[in-house]
Nanobody, 121 residues
Framework: VQLQASGGGLVQAGGSLRLSCAASGPTFSSGGTGWFRQAPGKEREFVAAISWSGSAIYYVASVKGRFTISRDNAKNTVYLQMNSLKPEDTAVYYC???????????????WGQGTQVTVSS
């Protein structure tokens, strides 16, 4: 499985971005996909995760009400819609695939290359 993350960029505080995570190769018909982020000098942080069916969705508290994770299985793509962005959302965002929906990065078997999100104040 190969994951390709895209959609990052530079945006002003209060703006929006939509990240995409496209999967290629053998894809799972179960499990979950998650978004994580890593700011300079900090550990990788869980942001959101969604089950393959879309019935289970989890967010870190700091993004609830601002970010929305969704997926289109016909396109093998998971999205992260980010609204009301704040400077503290600045980080490299990574998507990952796991055999279950989890906020634990150690349980993810596959990772995308990351996409930079920069929010200016």
């Amino acid at each position: 499985v190969q994951l390709q993350a895209s959609g990052g960029g530079l945006v002003q505080a209060g703006g929006s971005l939509r990240l995409s995570c496209a999967a290629s190769g053998p894809t799972f018909s179960s499990g979950g996909t998650g978004w994580f982020r890593q700011a300079p000098g900090k550990e990788r942080e869980f942001v959101a995760a969604i089950s393959w069916s879309g019935s289970a969705i989890y967010y870190v508290a700091s993004v609830k009400g601002r970010f929305t994770i969704s997926r289109d299985n016909a396109k093998n793509t998971v999205y992260l819609q980010m609204n009301s962005l704040k400077p503290e959302d600045t980080a490299v965002y990574y998507c990952g695939a796991a055999s279950s929906v989890t906020d634990n990065p150690a349980r993810y078997d596959y990772w995308g290359q990351g996409t930079q999100v920069t929010v200016s104040s």
